[in-house]
């Protein structure tokens, strides 16, 4: 026994691993010969301290051995990993295990059960950590010894003490094994001695336990943590960097509410951090450490100050960089480490770029080494971080080819770095394939966010894969509820940008979107513009999800940015949706940028002004800044004068296009508001006095006509801008002339010199102004573009001439003396659907309209010039099919028979008292014959307006016809307006 007992002290002189090996394998050969080759039923004491002592001083030279054959060079004569597992070790440990099996653990102590536990599973290895190659899953322990410790350390755990817990727990965790019983006891055991832990045994033992998620450790965790109350603060300040690495890590895998005291612990782990990191300079954290306090930092939601996250990624530059090694004499960095960092600083949005630079590098250098999960978080917190590198991103590529053609990543995994390839902008067909394919086989089983983001990286890579698409929309549409609004935000965009039309499935997305904005649920403004701009993209009138986004719209001031903002409007110009509430609350988030304005709350309600003065209603051909809504001027349009004589400039982050989006939807909707058109001129005024030569560039200066354009729509005259601009655009267009760009009749030019010449005949018919002094073969050239551009005739359109060419050829009634010219062109090039020529000479012209023309809108707004006068309530059978959100409101007489009727060209936007937007479809068949007149409020947009006006401005008598009304109701208004010709 003596001799055993000097084997044992000769434990703590061995300094390599070899030694150990052949000290434990002398020991274990005595025992033997003591035993005469038969083990006994119950060891002695001395012989379990041995055997324990044993596994744990080789669990920590095998550790010491690997870290150091990390920094050591290759002509090092020290004990590599190569050398810790051999043949004798194996016959060593398999020695031990037999010991240990047959005697069921019989006379082993509670600290010789949890120092083997933990050796067992060091020598098995964390998975965090860099491990020999044959250090794999149960190599050194098996189920039998496994059992035989765990069972004893149950039955005996009631004489554990604090640091054989903490051992036991930690071990468990690491060999990743959900043994409730165990686990249950040991924190049972735990609390109630509590006060003898250390602040390492304490972090050791939550850690662990949060490791695990099992939820009897879930209750019992929530129970340490209240149970130290006031010693959680004390306790954190006693840790070291590691130990509060570690409690982080605890909270933060924690699967049940937070303790009590959150706040306090959360202030007192920061102030921590930052002692740690900012007083003492990081000293003894590694890498692994490091990733592990981001992590946790990151999963807990706890952004720290600036200043730590900029010295973490100081570190992080330390750690990853090719002379890491020279720097710190700490373990080497692990690809899970450099993952998990990247990954975190991009979930705590910290830029970082040497850090983040430093991570790419060390994955260029080595990207085989990073598995299926660690590869995907990587590439994710790179993508994240909007960083480039060719070098990073060929890299990527292959690794991500050789896992997914390997079918190594899991359905999140692939996921993951779908999102991340479309995120880079990195096009490789044979990824994508590869990658879609996993999701392919997968789909039904993919979350709200993972099908969101599989359809936005679709339309970001312009993949083809409808019949993933389709697959997809099975799947929406069962589970349209569960996506929140910033999901819906991005699958709004993505099946616009794809152009996948799916009526049912946009009626059920529009829906959910419509109900959670109307719950109250807050929408940001990316989102907002993402749903708007994709139903104007698609020219889905949802008319309950455009009055929900007026109602959120109201509820809090809209801090967007400027492309939100022109996306948000133009959304609505393309819609033709004028819906004065979200105009004026859009304007107001357009001042906001300006240096002047503040924030404003919406009274969906109550329509009002802006900051600078009211929108002033409908843009009506008889409409001026002085007229009022309810009492409409019957003149033609008078040139207008801004009324605000404040002065606001936009800031440079509107670009050109933003400017000339925001007119263009002021324009197309007839809308004005005078705070926002003045710092929209004085604006580009500043720009073009800035900057001479803006109009000779080439496609960058287009928006200099939409911008004219859009002014002239507004009949917005007396400002210096439109001079301005009518040079600028003078310029562009006789560099493209000079050029040679414009010779061909379709070339792609057409439409930005239509908008100039539109642009010019409103000034000169209409804005009270004297001509432009422009060259005339460029007015010539403007003018000759207009007139060829191709004119789309209609069904309605062709009906209704066969109609009128029977009219006049009847000669019967009114139609006597006339005759009908179809496609009639003025002398300012304007193309006239029909025009009747009477038998003084005069002419009638006459526009079918179909939907297309007109605006929908709050029907209180209409001017008196934007109502058509019917004689009977009947409409043609096909208008539904036609215009399927025609609202027909009625507001019968006394009688039931007789009133005056409203009906609304497109769905008839209506706020009652509470503010709510609500429609109703009703038909009218009038029986009786009887003599029902009605008004129809119809408000053509801003281009049919302005054809109607320029038209009246050069002596035409102008009848628009739209194309809901009956046959026979068409029929009248032309006779209507012959009789009022021949009376004049």
Not at 462 to 475: C, Q
Request: proline letters at 4%.
């Amino acid at each position: 026994m003596s001799r055993f007992n000097s084997l044992k002290r000769q434990l703590n002189l061995c300094t390599s691993s070899s030694q150990l090996i052949c000290l434990i394998k002398a020991a274990m050969q005595l025992k033997q010969c003591r035993d005469e080759g038969v083990m006994t039923k119950r060891m002695s004491a001395e012989c379990w301290d041995f055997i324990s002592m044993s596994v744990w001083k080789l669990a920590k030279l095998q550790a010491a051995s690997h870290n150091h054959n990390h920094h050591s060079n290759r002509n090092s004569r020290e004990d590599g990993p190569g050398e810790v597992v051999e043949g004798m070790k194996e016959e060593v440990l398999h020695l031990m295990k037999e010991a240990i099996v047959s005697t069921s653990g019989a006379g082993a102590a509670p600290r010789d059960l949890s120092l083997l536990m933990w050796g067992f599973a060091k020598l098995q290895g964390e998975p965090r950590e860099v491990l020999p190659a044959a250090a794999g899953a149960g190599v050194f322990i098996d189920g039998d010894v496994y059992g035989v410790l765990a069972e004893a350390s149950t039955k005996a755990m009631r004489a554990f003490k604090a640091q054989d817990i903490a051992n036991t727990l930690q071990a468990v965790s690491i060999l990743q094994l959900r043994d409730e019983a165990l686990v249950t006891v040991a924190l049972q055991r735990a609390l109630s001695i509590m006060d003898t832990f250390t602040p390492q045994g304490i972090t050791t033992v939550l850690s662990s336990a949060a490791k695990l998620q099992l939820p009897p450790a879930a209750t019992l965790m929530n129970s340490l943590f209240d149970q130290l109350g006031e010693r959680n603060s004390h306790l954190v300040a006693e840790c070291d960097a590691r130990g509060l690495a570690t409690l982080l890590q605890a909270l933060a895998a924690r699967p049940t509410e937070p303790c009590s005291d959150r706040l306090r612990l959360r202030e007192a782990m920061l102030s921590r951090l930052r002692v740690l990191l900012t007083d003492k300079g990081g000293d003894g954290l590694s890498s692994a450490d490091g990733a592990l306090t981001l992590w946790s930092l990151a999963t807990l939601g706890w952004r720290p100050a600036d200043d730590v996250l900029q010295r973490l990624g100081d570190l992080s530059v330390k750690w990853y960089t090719t002379t890491s090694s020279l720097l710190y004499g700490g373990p080497a960095p692990s690809p899970r480490d450099a993952a998990t960092t990247i990954w975190s600083l991009a979930k705590l949005d910290c830029h970082h770029r040497p850090a983040a630079h430093a991570i790419m590098s060390s994955f260029v250098r080595q990207p085989y080494d990073y598995g299926p999960q660690p590869f995907s978080m990587l590439v994710w917190g790179v993508a994240k971080l909007g960083l480039r590198s060719q070098d990073f991103q060929a890299a990527l590529a292959n690794v991500a080819l050789k896992h997914a053609s390997a079918q190594q990543l899991s359905l999140h995994q692939a996921v993951l770095v779908i999102w991340s390839v479309a995120a880079l902008d990195h096009r490789n067909s044979a990824l994508n394939k590869e990658l879609f394919a996993i999701v392919r086989k997968g789909f039904l089983h993919l979350t709200p966010q993972q099908v969101a983001n599989v359809v936005w990286s679709i339309a970001r890579l312009k993949a083809k894969e409808e019949p993933l698409l389709a697959s997809l929309a099975i799947v929406l549409k069962k589970n349209a509820p569960a996506f929140t609004l910033q999901q819906l935000g991005s699958l709004f965009w993505a099946l616009a940008t794809l152009k996948w039309r799916d009526d049912a499935l946009f009626a059920l997305l529009c829906a959910e979107a419509a109900k959670q904005l109307r719950s109250g649920k807050s929408a940001d403004a990316q989102v907002m513009s993402n749903i708007l701009g994709a139903l104007g993209e698609l020219g889905i009138r949802d008319f309950d999800l455009l009055g929900a986004a007026v109602a959120s719209m109201g509820r809090q001031p809209m801090r967007m940015t400027p492309p939100n903002l022109a996306n948000t409007l133009v959304a609505y110009a393309r819609l033709q949706h004028r819906d004065e509430p979200a105009l004026t609350a859009l304007s107001d988030a357009v001042l906001l940028h300006g240096n002047r304005g503040s924030g404003s709350r919406l009274s969906a309600q109550q329509p009002r002004g802006g900051m600078y003065g009211s929108p002033y209603g409908l843009l009506s051909d008889n409409s001026s800044p002085d007229s009022r809504r309810d009492a409409p001027s019957t003149q033609e349009e008078k040139p207008t004068t801004p009324t605000s004589t404040t002065t606001t400039r936009l800031p440079p982050s509107f670009s050109g296009q933003h400017l000339a989006s925001i007119l263009y939807s002021f324009g197309n909707l007839r809308y004005r508001h005078e705070g926002v058109l003045s710092a929209l001129a004085d604006t580009i005024l500043d720009r073009i006095d800035a900057n001479p030569s803006l109009g000779y560039g080439g496609a960058d200066d287009e928006w200099l006509y939409l911008a004219l354009w859009g002014f002239a729509m507004c009949s917005y005259w007396d400002h210096s801008v439109i001079p301005a601009l009518f040079k600028a655009v003078a310029r562009h267009s006789t560099r493209l002339r000079d050029k040679g760009l414009l010779d061909d009749s379709g070339n792609t030019h057409s439409r930005i010199l239509n908008q100039a010449y539109q642009a010019l005949l409103a000034q000169h018919r209409l804005g009270g102004r004297p001509p432009i002094d422009l060259p005339r073969d460029l007015i010539n050239l403007w003018k000759r573009k207009f007139v060829e551009q191709r004119i789309v005739v209609s069904s309605f359109h062709h009906s209704f001439i066969t109609r009128l060419r029977g009219l006049v050829t009847a000669g019967q009634h009114e139609g006597a003396g006339w005759t009908v010219q179809v496609e009639h062109r003025t002398e300012d090039g304007l193309s006239v659907d029909a025009v009747l020529i009477g038998p003084q000479h005069r002419g009638i012209a006459i526009e079918c309209n179909g939907p297309s023309h007109y605006l929908t809108f709050h029907a209180s707004h209409a001017a008196q010039d934007d109502c058509v006068e019917l004689e009977h309530l009947t409409f043609c059978a096909a208008s539904d099919e036609e215009f399927p959100h025609a609202h027909r409101g009625a507001d019968t007489g006394a009688d039931g028979k007789k009133g005056r009727v409203r009906v609304a060209v497109g769905e008839l936007a209506r706020y009652d008292a509470a503010g709510s937007f609500h429609h109703k479809i009703m038909r009218h068949d009038d029986a009786t014959g009887g003599g029902v007149t009605c008004a129809t409020p119809c408000l053509l947009n801003g281009s049919s307006a302005w054809k109607r006006s320029v038209l009246r401005a050069g002596g035409w008598d102008v009848v628009a016809v739209p194309s809901f009304v009956s046959e026979e109701e068409s029929v009248r208004m032309i006779e209507r307006a012959m009789r009022g010709h021949h009376t004049r």
